[in-house]
């Protein structure tokens, strides 16, 4: 699988916005919570039942309506893996002529472009074909377009709500329609983001079984090296997600972490607190500068910083500061993400922007 992760050599100090991660650092209840496991606990399989019950709780959600994964990544490769995989192709020479892996009959990935990398990643992984739909100009959910897209070979659609470039949510109707429109497939919403936003699918989940959500625990909650996600929705699906993996994918550090993480309310509000007012600061260097942007409901600002993109993220790395380059993706020519979490960050980064834009104006 073919990492979409920016991976950037020699990070050191560097102020790191361009993974959107928590760079202010999980709760200290967390590492806490590690330093008390025992040799026995990393000596014996872990039991996830005590942490699935804490996060069922924390979700609103019955158990078991919840599956942990190693990642949200892992989440989205189980839907994968679930709903998308071929018969495997047998190794005899001559089937290997003929048989494409991703031929014409192979079920269908559906994902509105431009969205997280790992979802055409996971796709093609399990020989999928994947059906990409262009944004509109203003990068809004093209919900006709996703509509049109869908054939009787569609399995899966990936939606990302807060969506990773843009920040901007998915109308609960468009979801709504898109279920409708897939009976027999799933509708995949990530809301890796959702912990910054008041607006997600969970209440919505009892109208619409075909439908689950994704969430992550390592952006709002600084989980990210722990590798913890989860999934939620319908029992009878998350059962056939939960067929798809293996079953020790998580390990006991990520477990312990997950429950001490979401016992720590006042740390999580204090981060979305933080967010909120680094955004106000990109928003309000953007509206001085005459950039245009994208009002986020995330931890990150897309921002249209013109065709000197890839030569500003450069300058920015030159002093350290680490921020993504999406130029290249449909729809956001021009653009660069910047990950807004600790305001102290967001003001140098912001200030090194200000300043690379002024001397090259
Ligand atoms: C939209 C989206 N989904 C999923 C993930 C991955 O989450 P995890 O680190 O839990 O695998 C990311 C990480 O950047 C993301 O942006």
């Known amino acids: 699988m073919s990492s979409q992760y920016q991976r950037e050599p020699e990070l050191g100090d560097g102020l790191r916005l361009h993974l959107n991660e928590n760079t202010g650092g999980c709760s200290p209840k967390v590492i806490e919570a590690l330093r008390a496991l025992s040799p026995l606990d990393a000596a014996i399989y872990p039991d996830y039942g005590r942490v699935t019950d804490v996060c069922a709780r924390h979700l609103g959600v019955d158990p078991a309506r919840l599956l942990l994964t190693n990642g949200l990544d892992e989440g989205i490769l189980a839907a994968a893996i679930a709903y998308l995989q071929r018969e495997p192709t047998p190794l005899s020479r001559s089937a290997s002529r003929s048989t494409s892996r991703t031929g014409d009959g192979a079920p269908e990935g559906l994902i509105a472009e431009p969205c997280f990398g790992m979802y055409a990643d996971c796709i093609e992984a399990v020989g999928g074909r994947i059906v990409r739909v262009a944004p509109p100009a203003d990068l809004a959910f093209p919900l006709d377009a996703v509509l049109a897209a869908i054939t009787p070979r569609t399995r899966v659609i990936y939606l990302t709500s807060p969506g990773n470039p843009t920040g901007l949510l998915i109308p609960h109707a468009a979801v709504h329609a898109l279920a409708r429109a897939l009976p027999h497939g799933l509708v995949f919403i990530d809301e890796a983001y959702a912990d910054f936003t008041d607006a997600h699918f969970l209440g919505e989940l009892d109208a619409a079984p075909n439908v689950v959500v994704g969430r992550t625990f390592a952006k709002a909650y600084g989980l990210a090296a722990l590798r913890i996600g989860a999934v939620v929705g319908d029992a009878a699906v998350i059962a056939q997600l939960r067929r798809s993996l293996p079953p020790y994918s998580i390990n006991v550090a990520a477990a312990v ?11 999580l509000d204090a981060y979305r607190a933080a967010v909120r007012a680094s ?19 995330a931890n990150f600002v897309l921002i249209r910083v013109g065709d000197r993109a890839t030569a500003i993220v450069e300058a920015l790395r030159q002093r350290r500061i680490f921020v993504r380059d999406r130029s290249t993706e449909p729809g956001c020519a021009g653009c660069i993400r910047i990950t807004a979490g600790v305001v102290a960050q967001t003001e140098q980064a912001l200030a090194a922007l200000e300043d690379i834009l002024c001397a090259v104006a």
Do not use: N
């Open 257 to 267: 972490a997950l429950e001490a993480a979401l016992g720590d309310q006042a740390h």
């Open 279 to 297: 955004k106000a600061r990109v928003y309000a260097v953007c509206d001085r500068l005459g950039l245009a942007y994208w009002p986020s409901e």
